[in-house]
């Protein structure tokens, strides 16, 4: 059975700084490509960052220079380092891991990310 468990939400001030962390299970990781989104209310979701089995890695230009996505293959975890956080960073923010050349797709559940102004 493939999970994905999302931690690391919660409220934080503008300028402020989070690590959300998605940690999988039942698959081999490192086979996987990973991508972050988020859904803010009312809205569509949107790709927020990705990386691949490699580690080569991809940005909204919402978000460039602010986030930074990283793996470690070895705790089977994805990460995403969010400084400088503005109150539209808001939303939920899902993981998600894609295998390349394969319909093999997994999402978590999601973990809130609050930024007051």
């Known amino acids: 059975q493939v999970q994905l468990v999302e931690s690391g939400g919660g409220l934080v001030q503008a300028g402020g700084s989070l690590k959300v962390s998605c940690t999988v299970s039942?698959?081999?990781?490192?086979?996987?490509?990973s991508d972050w989104y988020r859904q803010a209310p009312g809205k569509q979701r949107e790709l927020v960052a990705s990386?691949?089995?490699?580690?080569?890695?991809n940005y909204a230009d919402t978000v460039k220079g602010r986030f930074t996505i990283s793996r470690d293959n070895a705790e089977n975890t994805v990460y995403l380092q969010m400084n400088n956080l503005k109150p539209e960073d808001t939303g939920v923010y899902y993981c998600?891991?894609?295998?390349?050349?394969?319909?093999?797709?997994?999402w978590g559940q999601g973990t809130q990310v609050t930024v007051s102004s």
């Open positions: 998600r891991i894609q295998r390349r050349g394969s319909p093999d797709t997994y």
């Open positions: 039942g698959v081999i990781f490192g086979l996987y490509a």
């Open positions: 990386i691949t089995s490699i580690s080569s890695t």
